[in-house]
């Protein structure tokens, strides 16, 4: 399976400003999912990001809160734009198979926010 | 829309016994089931997974079982250790390789 890194590990941060996340991958692959993760609560997908075309967001998630980049096929970004406390939260980044060929997510260890 | 629906959401069984999680899923181009285990604190690891062809999968301790007809799948975990304490997620795929996630269960083992 892949190895994924994000960066950072956790952060607390002030209320209206912007934090990026930042994800790696060991072996390029095609898609990339950004989710978030409520403490006790299952897996909500924000939006997946696909090399060289523009993210897709989810229902309730919009692009000017999260900016997603995506310039290579082993890195993208995430940005929560004008952080309020209810954007406290886990962010995982997942890849779909990569180098096994199949259509299995794996995830990074995750960001912890919280906001102030 | 669509949906995975996951039960129980807790379960309590004594170390050595078997626990079953099941799920149902809604919808009929789901093709591939995979289940996650997360440790507290920890990202999700792929545990076991099926895919549409296949009726039932085992590895060592663990199995799924689908039910296309019915549209369900269950994890059995058989003679469950103080490690298999965790919380478990089943999901469905949907297309562009996206996965319809379960609510989880917490799974704990009492010695």
């Known amino acids: 399976s892949a190895v994924i890194s994000q960066k950072p590990s956790r952060d607390i941060c002030q209320r209206g400003t912007s934090l990026t996340i930042q994800c790696q991958v060991d072996?390029?692959?095609?898609?990339m999912f950004w989710y978030r993760q409520q403490p006790g609560q299952s897996l909500t997908l924000i939006a997946t990001a696909n090399q060289g075309s523009e993210a897709t967001y989810e229902s309730g998630f919009v692009i000017d809160k999260f900016p997603i980049s995506r310039p290579n096929l082993t890195f993208s970004t995430l940005t929560v734009s004008n952080m309020s406390p209810e954007d406290s939260s886990i962010y995982l980044c997942?890849?779909?198979?990569?180098?096994?060929?199949?259509?299995?997510?794996?995830f990074g260890p995750g960001t912890r926010l919280t906001v102030l | 829309g669509e949906n995975v629906e996951q039960h129980p959401s807790t379960l309590s069984v004594q170390e050595g016994d078997s626990a079953v999680i099941k799920c149902t899923y809604s919808?009929?181009?789901?093709?591939?089931f995979p289940w996650y285990k997360q440790e507290l604190g920890k990202r999700p690891q792929l545990i076991i997974d099926i895919r549409s062809n296949v009726g039932e999968k085992k590895d060592q301790r663990i199995a799924v079982t689908l039910n296309k007809t019915a549209k369900h799948f269950s994890l059995h975990i058989t003679e469950t250790q103080p490690e298999d304490s965790a919380v478990y997620f089943c999901a469905a795929s949907r297309s562009n390789y996206q996965l319809i996630w379960g609510a989880g269960t917490k799974l704990i083992i009492k010695p």
């Open positions: 997942s890849v779909e198979g990569g180098r096994d060929g199949t259509d299995t997510q794996y």
């Open positions: 072996s390029q692959v095609t898609m």
């Open positions: 919808d009929s181009a789901s093709n591939y």
